[in-house]
């Protein structure tokens, strides 16, 4: 997640670190106490949280822009079609909103006074306005500077000139909702939905001068709902909030150079996007009619079904838990109809070679988890339960731990992290403690490095339903007590967060497998490198992905596991419901 753009001209911000482990001086940019309640929920993460202290706060107390109060005579024509297309944009943000209403409003109006309290000083400021842009008087910058802070965050005003932007020492921030290496204006989360993109994101930086080439602090992606635009804009509104305590954290904690990273370079979108004309919304509303009809068929016609596939390699010792990428070669297992199976994790054990995985029954509400053993051709046993609980199981993650065999499947249902062991493998699972209590793990993935034992999984960012936040917990061995990543959630990216199977070494690399949740769960698996793991600082980088292409009519995949030469993947296929 921590992507740099290029960077544009120096505002001449000093980069001297803050004081180790102090609150940071932060102050506010905005047009009026009342904000939106996405913008107060990730104020009120950084003050909860003790990241930062809110010095000031700057309101703009401009009125009207002066360039939009009179118009030349030609120009009234124009405007009065303007307003028509802004007209039929909403109601069209109307009908949305009726027909699918998010679960949680991140737009609704909410008073930041309570989370800041009295404390801040409120400092007015009239800025002078050029057709696009704002510039503060030299007295504001004068006062703002004297309070010594490190960073400014913008909720406010127009598009930021001048000294303001070094009136803070490590700039002013602000948001982009949009990638704006695709998606550059707005409105927010709108394009993304009618031109059918897979992701939807959206982008924290550092104001610079040049409009758009701000230097990028951070980006997170979810998923582009396919039908609605508003679900859609208040989905990832939720995600980009997490951003902010997360950069201010890593600032810090970790210093500016983990902010203010040599910017690589990047394209950007040439198109600027603008709001809808009248004409654009009857074309975007009958491809959405079409996308809906679409769906209803295909739900009628097919259903998907969920299956593993696995394949024997034969190398040498060291490459025996690497997973195999030959996938075209893969037997399949195909369960009966009325039933899935996913979520393969291979065991060897004393020369015999165990599959287990998550097996959920159409007619039942909740998974257990299955055990197939292989023989020494290749040919599986019969599946057996293993293990069953009054609550949904999935992702049965087995390790070997001082000689013996655990297990931490995913429990999310009853929200905690629990560790299960046997003494008669691969039966006979018994509760041997509980790791994490009262907390959302998705997919939990255990592995030791450098010493240290590490407890991965993915939650969901309040207001939003899918997995999208990765966090790391860390203990001296698999019994804890576990202690969180001080930069919880280290990433909040729909497309790479989620675990997808163990953590694994070749040739002396850590390699982190994540599912790709875009454009909709269990589409594919990205294969990182774990560059950089310590209880305060997280680097990956992508190194693969592996996409449902080997044969026809696959639709997804989401977990890859190797253990002993065996390599096993699953695989969710598409089939006649008449058939």
Same mark, same amino acid.
């Given at each position: 997640?921590?992507?740099?753009?290029?960077?544009?001209?120096?505002?001449?911000?000093?980069?001297?670190?803050?004081?180790?482990?102090?609150?940071?001086?932060?102050?506010?940019?905005?047009?009026?106490?009342?904000?939106?309640?996405?913008?107060?929920?990730?104020?009120?993460?950084?003050?909860?949280?003790?990241?930062?202290?809110?010095?000031?706060?700057?309101?703009?107390?401009?009125?009207?822009?002066?360039?939009?109060?009179?118009?030349?005579?030609?120009?009234?024509?124009?405007?009065?079609?303007?307003?028509?297309?802004?007209?039929?944009?909403?109601?069209? +943000?109307?009908?949305?909103?009726?027909?699918?209403?998010?679960?949680?409003?991140?737009?609704?109006?909410?008073?930041?006074?309570?989370?800041?309290?009295?404390?801040?000083?409120?400092?007015?400021?009239?800025?002078?306005?050029?057709?696009?842009?704002?510039?503060?008087?030299?007295?504001?910058?004068?006062?703002?500077?004297?309070?010594?802070?490190?960073?400014?965050?913008?909720?406010?005003?127009?598009?930021?000139?001048?000294?303001?932007?070094?009136?803070?020492?490590?700039?002013?921030?602000?948001?982009?909702?949009?990638?704006?290496?695709?998606?550059?204006?707005?409105?927010?989360?709108?394009?993304?939905?009618?031109?059918?993109?897979?992701?939807?994101?959206?982008?924290?930086?550092?104001?610079?001068?040049?409009?758009?080439?701000?230097?990028?602090?951070?980006?997170?992606?979810?998923?582009?709902?396919?039908?609605?635009?508003?679900?859609?804009?208040?989905?990832?509104?939720?995600?980009?909030?997490?951003?902010?305590?997360?950069?201010?954290?890593?600032?810090?904690?970790?210093?500016?150079?983990?902010?203010?990273?040599?910017?690589?370079?990047?394209?950007?979108? +040439?198109?600027?996007?603008?709001?809808?004309?009248?004409?654009?919304?009857?074309?975007?509303?009958?491809?959405?009619?079409?996308?809906?009809?679409?769906?209803?068929?295909?739900?009628?016609?097919?259903?998907?079904?969920?299956?593993?596939?696995?394949?024997?390699?034969?190398?040498?010792?060291?490459?025996?838990?690497?997973?195999?990428?030959?996938?075209?070669?893969?037997?399949?297992? +195909?369960?009966?109809?009325?039933?899935?199976?996913?979520?393969?994790?291979?065991?060897?054990?004393?020369?015999?070679?165990?599959?287990?995985?998550?097996?959920?029954?159409?007619?039942?509400?909740?998974?257990?988890?299955?055990?197939?053993?292989?023989?020494?051709?290749?040919?599986?046993?019969?599946?057996?339960?293993?293990?069953?609980?009054?609550?949904?199981?999935?992702?049965?993650?087995?390790?070997?731990?001082?000689?013996?065999?655990?297990?931490?499947?995913?429990?999310?249902?009853?929200?905690?992290?629990?560790?299960?062991?046997?003494?008669?493998?691969?039966?006979?699972?018994?509760?041997?403690?509980?790791?994490?209590?009262?907390?959302?793990?998705?997919?939990?993935?255990?592995?030791?490095?450098?010493?240290?034992?590490?407890?991965?999984?993915?939650?969901?960012?309040?207001?939003?339903?899918?997995?999208?936040?990765?966090?790391?917990?860390?203990?001296?061995?698999?019994?804890?007590?576990?202690?969180?990543?001080?930069?919880?959630?280290?990433?909040?990216?729909?497309?790479?967060?989620?675990?997808?199977?163990?953590?694994?070494?070749?040739?002396?690399?850590?390699?982190?497998?994540?599912?790709?949740?875009?454009?909709?769960?269990?589409?594919?698996?990205?294969?990182?490198?774990?560059?950089?793991?310590?209880?305060?600082?997280?680097?990956?980088?992508?190194?693969?992905?592996?996409?449902?292409?080997?044969?026809?009519?696959?639709?997804?995949?989401?977990?890859?596991?190797?253990?002993?030469?065996?390599?096993?993947?699953?695989?969710?296929?598409?089939?006649?419901?008449?058939?």
């Amino acid at each position: 997640m921590d992507e740099t753009a290029a960077g544009g001209e120096d505002t001449g911000v000093a980069m001297t670190p803050p004081p180790s482990r102090a609150r940071l001086r932060v102050g506010l940019l905005v047009d009026s106490l009342v904000q939106p309640a996405w913008v107060v929920e990730a104020v009120r993460q950084i003050i909860r949280d003790g990241i930062a202290e809110i010095v000031c706060v700057v309101v703009n107390e401009a009125g009207e822009s002066p360039v939009r109060r009179k118009l030349p005579v030609l120009q009234r024509a124009a405007r009065w079609i303007e307003n028509r297309d802004m007209l039929a944009y909403a109601a069209y +943000q109307r009908f949305d909103a009726r027909r699918y209403p998010p679960a949680r409003d991140p737009e609704a109006p909410e008073d930041l006074t309570p989370v800041i309290g009295d404390a801040p000083l409120v400092i007015p400021v009239t800025p002078r306005m050029t057709k696009h842009c704002d510039y503060f008087p030299e007295e504001a910058v004068a006062r703002i500077r004297a309070l010594e802070l490190d960073v400014l965050l913008r909720f406010g005003f127009r598009i930021l000139k001048g000294d303001a932007l070094s009136s803070a020492r490590y700039g002013v921030w602000s948001f982009h909702h949009g990638d704006n290496t695709i998606n550059r204006g707005g409105p927010a989360g709108f394009w993304e939905v009618m031109e059918g993109h897979h992701a939807t994101g959206a982008v924290l930086q550092r104001l610079t001068e040049q409009l758009d080439a701000g230097h990028v602090i951070a980006r997170s992606f979810a998923a582009t709902e396919t039908l609605s635009f508003r679900r859609n804009r208040a989905k990832f509104y939720w995600i980009a909030a997490q951003l902010l305590p997360q950069a201010l954290r890593r600032l810090r904690d970790e210093g500016p150079e983990q902010i203010e990273q040599p910017a690589r370079w990047e394209a950007y979108s +040439q198109r600027l996007y603008v709001a809808p004309t009248g004409g654009e919304i009857v074309r975007l509303f009958v491809r959405l009619a079409g996308r809906l009809v679409k769906r209803k068929w295909i739900s009628v016609t097919e259903r998907e079904q969920w299956i593993v596939a696995y394949r024997f390699t034969k190398g040498v010792p060291d490459s025996n838990d690497v997973p195999d990428g030959v996938l075209y070669r893969f037997q399949e297992l +195909q369960p009966p109809k009325d039933r899935i199976w996913a979520d393969p994790f291979p065991a060897a054990h004393e020369g015999r070679h165990f599959l287990f995985f998550e097996e959920k029954l159409d007619a039942v509400r909740n998974a257990h988890l299955s055990v197939a053993e292989l023989d020494e051709k290749g040919r599986p046993g019969a599946p057996r339960i293993v293990l069953q609980r009054p609550y949904h199981l999935s992702y049965p993650h087995v390790f070997r731990w001082n000689g013996g065999w655990y297990m931490v499947p995913e429990t999310f249902q009853v929200r905690r992290v629990e560790l299960y062991r046997t003494d008669s493998f691969p039966d006979g699972w018994t509760l041997q403690a509980v790791l994490l209590e009262d907390v959302e793990a998705v997919d939990p993935t255990i592995f030791e490095h450098d010493g240290r034992w590490w407890l991965s999984f993915a939650s969901s960012v309040r207001g939003t339903h899918e997995a999208s936040a990765l966090h790391f917990y860390h203990a001296a061995s698999p019994l804890g007590p576990w202690e969180p990543h001080r930069n919880n959630p280290v990433k909040v990216d729909v497309r790479s967060a989620r675990p997808a199977g163990r953590v694994f070494h070749h040739e002396g690399r850590l390699y982190r497998p994540a599912q790709d949740g875009s454009p909709r769960y269990g589409t594919g698996i990205v294969v990182h490198e774990l560059l950089e793991l310590t209880p305060t600082s997280f680097r990956e980088e992508e190194v693969t992905r592996i996409s449902a292409t080997w044969r026809p009519g696959l639709t997804g995949t989401h977990t890859i596991n190797a253990a002993g030469g065996l390599t096993a993947i699953d695989a969710r296929q598409r089939r006649n419901r008449f058939q």
